[in-house]
């Protein structure tokens, strides 16, 4: 199990969202103009374990290098360059939600002993000292 904040997913929605609604004279170069944003969905992709849209991502990927070769850093998406990111996008969301009917999420909710410990700490719920004497192997499979 691996531990992620749910501000990750939501992060990259607004990448997600952001790409798929943009339009021409959008800023290309910038902390969130298009490249950024392209650049947080492509890292997300691999970060959130979504392999198969990364995979699929080529053609944004291309895209992203055609943007990247502008010598101009105050240009604008022209209207025939945002038409091209949105239909990549389009398509790109077809496999993006497949995927994700295939993934699951799981929140810890509390119950007996505080999720904290369970996590983080799970030798404080054992008597002093135990936790320490367990083999190796158990220490590791508790964790």
């Known amino acids: 199990m691996e531990k992620k904040s749910i ?21 290309i170069f910038g ?4 490249l ?6 492509l890292y997300d992709l691999d970060q959130l374990g979504l392999k198969v849209t990364s995979i699929a991502a080529f053609e944004l990927r ?12 105050t240009s604008v998406l022209s209207g025939e360059q945002a ?6 996008c389009h398509n790109l969301r077809r496999t993006l939600e497949a995927e994700l ?8 909710t509390p119950k007996r002993f505080d999720i904290d410990k369970l ?17 190796e192997i158990v220490r590791y499979d508790l964790t």
């Open 7 to 27: 501000y990750d997913y939501f992060f990259f929605g607004t990448a997600v969202r952001y790409l798929q609604d943009v339009k021409a004279k959008y800023p």
């Open 31 to 34: 902390d969130m103009a298009v």
């Open 36 to 41: 950024a944003n392209i650049d947080i969905f």
């Open 62 to 73: 291309e895209f992203r290098g055609k943007l990247a070769k502008i010598k101009d850093k």
């Open 83 to 88: 038409v091209e990111l949105n239909t990549i």
């Open 101 to 108: 009917t295939t993934l699951e999420a799981f929140i810890v």
């Open 119 to 135: 996590l983080n700490n799970i030798g404080s719920l054992m008597s002093p000292g135990i936790f320490s004497e367990l083999p």
